[in-house]
T-cell receptor, first 112, second 109 residues
Framework: GENVEQHPSTLSVQEGDSAVIKCTYS??????FPWYKQELGKGPQLIID?????GEKKDQRIAVTLNKTAKHFSLHITETQPEDSAVYFC???????????FGKGTHLIIQP | DAGVTQSPTHLIKTRGQQVTLRCSPK?????VSWYQQALGQGPQFIFQ???????QRGNFPDRFSGHQFPNYSSELNVNALLLGDSALYLC????????FGPGTRLTVT
């Protein structure tokens, strides 16, 4: 089955700087790669996703890149703000409606 | 428009007991997936329901079972609870992308 590795497990950045979180996956049949943000005591919130026919996708301060050949994808957050502090999860599946395989998460800390 | 809702918020059960968790999907969504999230880990896929049938299943024992009703709401049942079943149980509904509810925190003592 699919295996998703996520790095780093903890990332501390200064407010206003950029943050990058990286994931690798094992199943070449995976075509859908979402990113979720989870705040304390809440369920994961979908923040951006990318499908295998696209190399990059942006939404305001958030961007995701995908390299299908190398089987890795990354989340980029620019101009970080205190409200960006949370745990971020990457995931992979064959289709958006399939069961997702998640990474172990990255705890992003924004230092004032 | 209400998002995904789950009940109860928290519950405490004793080892060996049975538990039922409930999920109401986001309006217009016809597919419900259940995930187990242990402390400090990513969610793990349990199973998915579509048109009242189990469509996909992750690597969980038969003690975990579910049901989907005609209104698309869903239940997760866990029999013969083990201490290791203590976790946050998340429901996600989808038409295309999956949207998660707030979860039910289950503690098994």
């Amino acid at each position: 089955g699919e295996n998703v590795e996520q790095h780093p497990s903890t990332l501390s950045v200064q407010e206003g700087d950029s943050a990058v979180i990286k994931c690798t996956y094992s199943d070449s049949a995976s075509n859908y790669f979402p990113w979720y943000k989870q705040e304390l005591g809440k369920g994961p919130q979908l923040i951006i996703d990318i499908r295998s026919n696209v190399g990059e996708k942006k939404d305001q301060r958030i961007a995701v890149t995908l390299n299908k050949t190398a089987k890795h994808f990354s989340l980029h957050i620019t101009e970080t703000q205190p409200e960006d502090s949370a745990v971020y999860f990457c995931a992979a599946s064959k289709r958006a409606t399939d069961g997702l395989t998640f990474g172990k998460g990255t705890h992003l800390i924004i230092q004032p | 428009d209400a998002g995904v809702t789950q009940s109860p918020t928290h519950l405490i059960k004793t080892r060996g007991q049975q538990v039922t968790l409930r999920c109401s999907p986001k309006s217009g969504h016809d597919t419900v997936s259940w995930y187990q999230q242990a402390l400090g880990q990513g969610p793990q896929f349990i199973f998915q329901y579509y048109e009242e049938e189990e469509r996909q299943r992750g690597n969980f024992p038969d003690r975990f079972s579910g049901h989907q009703f005609p209104n698309y709401s869903s239940e997760l049942n866990v029999n013969a609870l083990l201490l290791g079943d203590s976790a946050l149980y998340l429901c996600a509904s989808s038409l295309y992308e999956q949207y998660f509810g707030p979860g039910t925190r289950l503690t098994v003592t």
